[in-house]
């Protein structure tokens, strides 16, 4: 392998753990919320050439039930989103001088740093069981993709959502028969 690859290689490593952490917005992205009024907030989301559209879509989800909860809703209800993905072109290159002559290579590749805006009505109360796919129940969404995103540490810092978390299930007791196929062996 060409040193130039090398480099290249190295950089792209470097720069791949730099995707946006769920943050307020900053230099990196992150993600926002702007209260229109007594029950509906905007939420904006923006993400770096290096977080994938899911993670902006998580990023977006659980930012309304924070703001929901925060706000003192049960569950909400998400509108049509609008896009707001950037797209761009970043590039690589190197190269050096030997006896007055250039020598190079590079490459280039398309970058997308993806986004999202979505206007958020919040409600009181247990979400309708036959609710639209677009309703979430705030404190659900905390729980369970706040996990996933935050990090269980996270969820150790809000007392009221590790209350909530579900708990692991008791060790076996001893009156428990092991399961045992029909006609086979016991799994233990």
Not at 60 to 65: R, V, Y
Not at 99 to 118: A, D, L, M, Q, R
Request: glycine share 10%; aromatic share 8%; proline share 6%.
């Amino acid at each position: 392998m060409k040193l130039p690859s090398l480099a290249a290689l190295a950089t792209l490593v470097v720069l791949g753990g730099c995707s946006t952490p769920y943050q307020e917005m900053g230099l990196l992205g992150g993600v926002s919320s702007t209260q229109i009024d007594g029950n509906t907030i905007n939420v904006t989301a923006h993400g770096n050439g290096f977080t994938s559209a899911s993670t902006i879509k998580n990023y977006t989800i659980l930012k309304s039930a924070d703001e929901t909860v925060a706000l003192g809703f049960d569950y909400f209800a998400m509108g049509n989103e609008a896009d707001e993905s950037q797209h761009g072109m970043m590039s690589f290159s190197s190269g050096s001088v030997y006896s007055n002559s250039w020598f190079g290579s590079g490459f280039s590749t398309e970058t997308i740093k993806p986004g999202e805006t979505v206007i958020v009505k919040m409600y009181h109360g247990q979400k309708p069981e036959n609710a639209p796919p677009n309703y979430f129940d705030a404190h659900e969404v905390e729980n369970y993709l706040g996990k996933l995103v935050k990090g269980t540490a996270a969820l150790e810092s809000r007392p009221n959502l590790a209350a909530a978390a579900p708990q692991p299930a008791p060790a076996a007791s001893s009156d428990m028969k092991p399961y045992v196929p029909a006609g086979g062996q016991s799994t233990n």
